[in-house]
């Protein structure tokens, strides 16, 4: 059965083969350490909330001696930073990925600057204008996340307003625009 990982809430499809084929279903620990849901007839895994813990699967089937197990490692969602922005010409950044797994790749959806993405995630904007668009994939969890980058040339940051003034120890939460939005 797989996969052997899940996100909080994620729906997986577990299914046994061999034997004599009348399976049933059990958490291991009951409540499971994520609070896990399991269908004991279908299979049906549902992940619990609580990261990041491992919950394990019994399958024996009535028509045999003997079971099998199956442990799922339940891991928070995965965040990518930048998530969405505007980059100028030619320039390269590393994703960053929170959380998650740890282990993920990258894959390009589209191009359209010129642009290039490494199996490490490094991202280099093309020459020319264009919307680039990188998928990320947890590679335990299946967890994917798509990342749309406008290429566009002579982009600058600026702040709104442009001048402030305050009083000492006041605070304002200053609105930028441009970029990524990860400073």
Not at 26 to 55: F, I, M, R
Not at 154 to 174: R, W
Request: glycine letters at 12%; hydrophobic letters at 40%; one cysteine or more.
């Amino acid at each position: 059965a797989s996969p052997e990982a899940a996100v909080p809430y994620a729906l997986i499809s577990l299914s046994a083969t061999g034997g004599a084929g009348a399976y049933r279903y059990e958490l291991a620990q009951a409540p499971s350490p994520s609070g896990a849901a399991l269908n004991d007839v279908t299979g049906s895994y549902l992940a619990g909330p609580t990261v990041p813990v491992v919950d394990s699967v019994l399958v024996t089937d009535l028509g045999c001696v003997g079971s099998a197990s199956l442990d799922i490692s339940v891991y928070e969602s995965m965040e990518v930073l930048p998530s969405e922005g505007s980059v100028p010409l030619s320039a390269s950044f590393a994703f960053e990925v929170l959380r998650g797994s740890g282990t993920y790749s990258c894959e390009p959806l589209q191009l359209l600057s010129g642009g290039s993405i490494t199996e490490g995630c490094d991202y280099s904007a093309g020459a020319s204008e264009g919307l680039d668009g990188v998928r990320l994939t947890d590679s335990a969890t299946a967890e994917s996340v798509d990342v749309w980058l406008e290429v566009v040339d002579g982009l600058t940051l600026h702040s709104e307003p442009s001048v402030l003034g305050l009083p000492l120890g006041s605070s304002y939460a200053l609105k930028v625009h441009g970029g990524t939005g990860v400073w």
